[in-house]
């Protein structure tokens, strides 16, 4: 297990410096710079000398390679240099929003889990029964759905419900606090949006989990459990859901790793200081230094994701082993 881990650590190396050279290449494509940007927000666009003494002082007139190593070395050593935009440090400006991404995610992966396992395994027991049609159609609608429509009806649902309840609107609040701090203020924060989210994707893992186990409960060990007298519900948990899991395994940590940095809309709509709201910023103002410090927050994020699944994996199933 251990050479397992190794040899995936050691091959997630190209795949870190692979996304580094596309998002370093890729940024600089894109017309203008963050000197133009920052010139023309301040009205001083007709004034060359001021641009090119700023690319000078932010090394963007240094040859592309130079530019390319100075980023590597950044990585391997750990210094993401300041943001151009603002001039402080990147590992600052994403360490007010990690916190965040990361708890949003987490409970968003959690409401997720809760809603699609139960509804998944209910519509494949049930299958072609109204209770499955009705589990369909939920899921379908939550696919259909975005998850910033559906923020933004909670959003008008607490302005109307807080108005007739109470006798006046109420929001979640908009200043972050950690749930180390005050719990009940993080969470009448980030419920909601976990809520938006978690439906959206819940909707996507009640689909897989109902279409495995619609393959694995025609098996024939899942009939010799049921010839053995075995309950209903043996049958399903212990012998066909460890099976048909594995599946919806790879689609929750996908779903918990593309939330780090995928909830662009969502935190606009609740407004959230999110990771995705910096990187949306940060490519608008064409911040180098910062997108390609957050695209590779999230590329660190997938590999990891993907490193514990797979371990996951041996630990649901004996019989699987990694040498």
Same mark, same amino acid.
């Given at each position: ?25 890729? @940024?600089? !494509?894109?017309?203008? *710079? $963050? ?16 641009? =090119?003494?700023?690319? /000078? %002082?932010?090394?963007?007139? *240094?040859?592309? !390679? ?15 240099? %300041? ?8 590992? +600052? ?8 991404? !990361? ?20 519509? +494949? ?8 049609? $009705? ?20 959003? &008008?649902? &607490? ?32 419920? #909601?949006? +976990?809520?938006? $989210? ?5 909707? $996507? ?5 109902? @279409?495995? &186990? !619609?393959?694995?409960?025609? =098996? ?34 996908? =779903? ?14 609740? %407004?959230? %200081?999110? &990771? ?38 041996? #630990?649901? /199933? ?6």
């Amino acid at each position: 297990m251990y050479k397992y881990i190794l040899k995936r650590l050691v091959l997630a190396i190209p795949t870190v410096i692979g996304a580094a050279a596309i998002v370093f290449f890729l @940024s600089r !494509l894109i017309p203008g *710079d $963050v000197c133009e940007v920052r010139l023309l927000d301040m009205g001083m666009n007709a004034d060359l000398g001021l641009i =090119e003494l700023c690319r /000078d %002082n932010l090394g963007l007139n *240094d040859p592309v !390679l130079v530019q390319f190593a100075r980023f590597l070395k950044g990585l391997v050593t750990f210094d993401l240099g %300041n943001s151009h935009w603002t001039g402080n440090p990147v590992e +600052a400006e994403i360490k007010l929003r990690f916190a965040l991404s !990361l708890q949003l995610a987490i409970m968003a992966t959690m409401v997720s889990v809760v809603i699609a396992v139960p509804l998944g395994i209910i519509a +494949a027991v049930k299958q072609d029964t109204w209770i499955d049609y $009705v589990v369909r159609t939920i899921s379908i609608a939550g696919v259909a759905m975005p998850s910033f429509w559906v923020g933004i009806l909670l959003v &008008l649902g &607490l302005l109307i419900f807080s108005q007739a309840w109470f006798g006046e609107p109420w929001m979640p609040p908009i200043e972050y606090v950690s749930v180390f701090e005050d719990p009940v203020a993080n969470l009448s924060q980030l419920i #909601w949006p +976990a809520i938006a $989210v978690g439906y959206r994707y819940a909707a $996507v893992t009640a689909r897989m989990t109902r @279409s495995a &186990l !619609l393959d694995v409960i025609r =098996e024939d060990y899942v009939r010799t459990a049921r010839s053995k007298g075995l309950s209903e519900f043996v049958v399903i948990n212990r012998h066909a859901l460890m099976n048909a899991f594995f599946p919806v395994l790879t689609v929750i940590g996908a =779903e918990l790793a593309f939330l780090m940095g995928g909830l662009v809309v969502t935190e606009q709509v609740f %407004n959230l %200081n999110g &990771l995705a709201r910096l990187l949306l910023e940060s490519v608008l103002n064409q911040d180098y230094e910062m997108t390609q410090a957050l695209v590779m927050v999230v590329v660190t994020v997938f590999v990891f994701v993907n490193l514990v699944v797979d371990l996951l994996y041996a #630990w649901l /199933d004996p019989r699987i082993r990694y040498s």
